[in-house]
């Protein structure tokens, strides 16, 4: 299987547990779904790539998934 298709598999995954959570109106869990993908692609990607020795990689401050925007502006959209 190719990386590309390894991943969209994983996002496919983290998506429905990311929308059940916030159905669920959990959206603690949703950012720890949500950092948990990161974690997840970056790991597949350095064991794809031979580059494991690199992890754990340190956390960007001001840079997020698709999945965490969302969950942020979720969070923002039920405080208001």
Excluded: F
């Amino acid at each position: 299987m190719r990386l590309i298709d390894e991943l969209n598999q994983l996002h496919d995954q983290y998506a429905a547990k990311v929308d059940d959570a916030v159905s669920r109106d959990d959206l603690v869990l949703a950012e720890q779904l949500g950092q948990g993908y990161e974690d997840d692609a970056v790991r597949l990607m350095a064991e794809r790539e031979g580059l494991t020795h690199l992890l754990p990689r340190p956390r960007p401050g001001s840079r997020e998934s698709v999945l965490r925007g969302v969950v942020r502006r979720l969070q923002a959209n039920r405080a208001a």
